[in-house]
């Protein structure tokens, strides 16, 4: 069965600090994808990244960056010089290579304070 | 491209009317699209999984004569709430894919609330 997890319920932080969302996955596919959702307080669902199982490399993009560490099975989020229009429930979610249903973890709700 | 449509975006219906949220993918086929549910401060939950032309499939727990699916065309879903109560009030979110093994696209998300 696949899993997602996030720890993290809740953070807050003041704006320009850094942070670090975990994610934390079990699988038994060899073949599979991660990726991470932002949802802003509207609801709608926006898509940040997608990284196969085979992609080790980590990603930046602006000031998101992605750490994959198949070794801990973890697939974390930092975000650099947080911004207020960052704050939204972070999802981290888990999709096996062989078909397109998508396990959610619990989300981590960031909060960024003037 | 990849956008996928919702309607309404928010409904208020009576306790034991019934509701049709249509989710509809804008400017590709979708042969799978996804209904899930998301209550307040909660993850998204896989409701059922549909397919053009067949049978959705539904994940357990989730009670198919109350939640009806049909997903009639490549492009349209529908979900049906019937003989809606208070505890169905919640964030009913559709996703699309072109196929089984493709990515899914996300709609945004319709507000129920049953009083």
């Known amino acids: 069965a696949q899993k997602v997890t996030q720890a993290q319920t809740e953070i807050s932080v003041v704006e320009k600090e850094d942070v670090t969302l975990d994610c934390v996955y079990e699988t038994r596919d060899t073949t599979y994808y991660l990726f991470w959702y932002k949802q802003p307080p509207s609801g709608e669902l926006v898509f940040l990244i997608r990284r196969n199982s085979f992609d080790e490399q980590n990603e930046i993009s602006g000031r998101y960056s992605w750490n994959f560490q198949k070794s801990t099975s973890s697939f974390n989020f930092t975000i650099t010089a947080s911004q207020v229009v960052d704050s939204a429930v972070y999802f981290c979610?888990?999709?096996?290579?062989?078909?397109?249903?998508?396990?959610f973890g619990t989300g981590t709700r960031l909060q960024v304070t003037l | 491209g990849a956008v996928v449509s919702q309607h309404p975006s928010r409904v208020i219906c009576k306790s034991g009317t019934s509701v049709k949220i249509e989710c509809r993918s804008l400017?590709?086929?979708?042969?799978?699209m996804f209904w899930y549910r998301q209550f307040p401060k909660k993850s998204l939950m896989l409701m059922a999984t549909?397919?053009?032309?067949?049978?959705?499939?539904?994940e357990q727990g989730v009670e198919k004569d109350k939640f009806l699916i049909n997903h009639a065309s490549l492009t349209l879903s529908t979900l049906t709430v019937t003989s809606a109560h208070p505890e169905d009030s919640s964030f009913y979110i559709c996703s699309a894919a072109a196929g089984r093994n493709y990515e899914q696209y996300f709609g945004p998300g319709t507000r129920l609330t049953v009083t």
């Open positions: 549909s397919n053009e032309g067949s049978k959705a499939t539904y």
């Open positions: 400017d590709f086929q979708a042969t799978t």
């Open positions: 979610a888990l999709r096996d290579g062989t078909a397109s249903k998508l396990t």
